[in-house]
């Protein structure tokens, strides 16, 4: 049906910053809503950003001025992200819906201290 497939983690300092990738099977203009959840190690999944169709985007407050969701002209999602806390560590998942419920694998973000 829909795929979707995140890239991008990986091992960040403390302080720097990453910009992870979703790349979707159809058009990022075709779905109600995309968003970033994630989870860190012994915790639920939760909301990071996310973006309507035609809303403007909401963030975390734990995020919030850090971290940026974006898209671009065709298949793919994007989340900024800069100064990066250990905090910030989890496992990033992209979700597109409406229609439909799709879910990414996952990618793995790692800060050090």
């Known amino acids: 049906q829909v795929q979707l497939v995140e890239s991008g983690g990986g091992l960040v300092q403390e302080g720097g910053s990453r910009r992870l990738s979703c790349e979707a099977s159809?058009?990022?203009?075709?779905?109600?809503?995309m968003a970033w959840y994630r989870r860190a190690p012994g915790a639920q999944r939760e909301l990071v950003a996310r973006?309507?169709?035609?809303?403007?985007p909401i963030y975390a407050d734990s995020v919030k001025g850090r971290f940026t969701i974006s898209r671009d002209n065709a298949h793919t999602l994007y989340l900024q992200m800069n100064s990066l806390k250990p905090e910030d560590t989890a496992v990033y998942f992209c979700?597109?819906?409406?229609?439909?419920?799709?879910w990414g694998q996952g990618t793995q973000v790692t800060v050090s201290s």
């Open positions: 979700y597109a819906g409406e229609p439909g419920d799709y």
């Open positions: 159809r058009s990022v203009f075709s779905f109600g809503a």
């Open positions: 973006r309507e169709r035609w809303g403007s």
